[in-house]
């Protein structure tokens, strides 16, 4: 940057400072996110280019997602914004609603993350501390919208029950002939061909102007609000920011649900899926269906 440009954005930030000290200040931030998907094999079985088509559009809604986030000085809630699913939408996929994320508070102060989680229709509340990322900051500049915003990058653990980092066992296409020649009639387990990489790259873009430590879903840490997410698979983007609305909206903690840790709401959820992938192998290796 040029010295001109580095004297009006301290000027910028001199003013956003002192305009976000005030004790009443909330903002709302408005993001759009992507995730893709690796198609590959399904279950298996070679898919072509059509069907491929077919099942992106029909998880679109799982994949496609709008968000609001509310801010104050020190605390958010982050939450999907509500909508129809098209038509030839969702589908046999409906399965996905199974794993329904609800609000999701942060505190910046407080080093505090609640999320409200649904699984298979029953509630649960994770009660955890807030992730820590070492972020490596940039002088790489962009701006989004009317805002100056600055990289910074970092190696970020995966959660091994992230469906957004989930993809195809990079050793499938080696085995897939020598399966295909052992038992074909063996049944497989769609689970087996997953695999979540234990570690990712994020790349984060911030904007000093609204000097908050917040930012999208986990994401927080740097000296600004989060405007711009890429992450493995999904790319989190701020489509539009209000600062100090006529109509302010409490920052409440959520409450609903059983309280239980990241950690021990992933047990619950791998042991779910253990449960399920027995009585699929059941059912699909028996000798049959009664009527």
Not at 239 to 259: D, H, M, W, Y
Request: proline share 4%; charged share 30%.
């Amino acid at each position: 940057m040029n010295s001109s440009t580095t004297q009006r954005l301290l000027v910028i930030l001199l003013f956003f400072s002192t305009f976000i000290q005030a004790q009443d200040f909330q903002g709302k931030a408005f993001y759009e996110s992507k995730t893709t998907m690796d198609m590959g094999n399904f279950g298996g079985r070679e898919m072509s280019e059509a069907q491929k088509k077919m099942m992106q559009e029909r998880m679109k809604s799982f994949l496609e997602k709008t968000y609001e986030l509310s801010f104050n000085r020190f605390e958010s809630i982050y939450k999907e914004q509500e909508k129809l699913d098209a038509p030839g939408q969702g589908g046999g996929f409906r399965m996905m609603g199974s794993f329904t994320a609800g609000p999701q508070y942060k505190n910046v102060k407080d080093q505090q993350l609640l999320q409200e989680q649904e699984f298979f229709g029953k509630k649960f509340l994770i009660n955890d501390s807030l992730p820590q990322l070492k972020w490596t900051m940039g002088s790489e500049t962009k701006q989004i919208g009317q805002y100056t915003c600055f990289k910074a990058t970092a190696i970020k653990p995966v959660d091994e029950m992230d469906f957004r980092s989930m993809r195809r066992r990079r050793d499938n296409d080696e085995k897939e002939e020598a399966e295909k020649e052992s038992d074909s009639t063996k049944v497989k387990d769609p689970m087996d061909e997953i695999e979540v990489p234990k570690e990712i790259e994020v790349v984060a873009w911030y904007t000093p102007q609204i000097p908050v430590n917040q930012g999208p879903g986990e994401y927080w840490g740097l000296p600004g609000l989060i405007l711009e997410v890429n992450a493995d698979r999904t790319t989190i983007l701020c489509s539009k920011i209000v600062l100090n609305p006529e109509e302010k909206e409490e920052i409440k903690k959520p409450t609903k649900g059983q309280e239980v840790t990241r950690k021990e709401y992933n047990q619950i959820m791998k042991d779910k899926m253990e449960e399920m992938r027995e009585m699929y192998g059941g059912r699909r290796g028996g000798g049959g269906h009664r009527r």
